[in-house]
């Protein structure tokens, strides 16, 4: 059954560092998302992207963070420089044309120190 | 008042009790209707998707959706230990690529 991978599992760094959270989405899905869950709360929205491009940000989706198709299977999802706070674990989706649910993946846990 | 409420728990029952789990809404835009199985630290693996107002099911499962009220439930029948998680709400409104909206689930624990 196709489903959704992510990597790394988990990445530590250093507050003010850059990381790229990968995704590779279901091969023939076409919208793609990021999501994030503080540890204890609920998940959160932060981008869609559809098409190449942004359709929607949430407003936790500063100047920071920015999203990637490099190629046709990856999906990335960057920021620049981490602070504490953006300590969590980060959850891509994707969804076929046909309907809307979406599918995630198993996360990256990320812990800035 | 949040979008989205759902009672976080912990809910604990025995084994083979029927469960029954729930959310509210108050936008009235949202039309697709999720519930999703998270256990702990790992991604949420969709249960049921529902998009109509009446029942759905799936094995143990019955996805339940009242619009006029705002209100969606899921009823897991002969519940097993297995099915110990937190369970998630999501729905999301028509449109290109729109975003879900989550409560903050419920924790369930069934016990032998």
């Known amino acids: 059954e196709p489903e959704v991978t992510q990597t790394p599992s988990h990445q530590v760094t250093q507050m003010g560092q850059e990381v790229i959270l990968r995704c590779v989405p279901i091969?023939?899905?076409?919208?793609f998302y990021w999501y994030r869950q503080i540890l204890g709360q609920k998940v959160e929205f932060l981008v869609s992207?559809?098409?190449?491009?942004?359709?929607?940000k949430s407003e936790i989706f500063d100047d920071q963070f920015s999203v990637e198709r490099p190629d046709g299977s990856n999906f990335t999802l960057k920021i620049r420089s981490t602070k504490l706070e953006d300590s969590a674990m980060y959850f891509c989706a994707s969804r076929g044309q046909g309907g809307n649910e979406q599918f995630f993946g198993p996360g990256t846990r990320l812990t800035v120190l | 008042q949040k979008e989205v409420e759902q009672d976080p728990g912990p809910l604990s029952v025995p084994e083979g009790a029927i469960v029954s789990l729930n959310c509210t809404y108050s936008?009235?835009?949202?039309?697709?209707f999720m519930w999703y199985r998270q256990y702990s630290r790992k991604g949420p693996e969709l249960l049921m998707y529902?998009?109509?107002?009446g029942n759905k099911e799936d094995g143990r499962f019955t996805a339940q959706v009242d619009k006029s009220s705002k209100y969606i439930s899921l009823f897991i029948r002969d519940s097993q230990p297995s099915d110990s998680a937190t369970y998630l709400c999501a729905m999301t409104s028509t449109g290109t690529a729109s975003k879900l909206t989550f409560g903050t689930g419920t924790r369930l624990q069934v016990t032998l």
């Open positions: 992207f559809y098409n190449n491009e942004i359709s929607e």
């Open positions: 091969s023939n899905h076409l919208y």
């Open positions: 529902t998009y109509s107002s």
């Open positions: 936008n009235s835009a949202f039309q697709y």
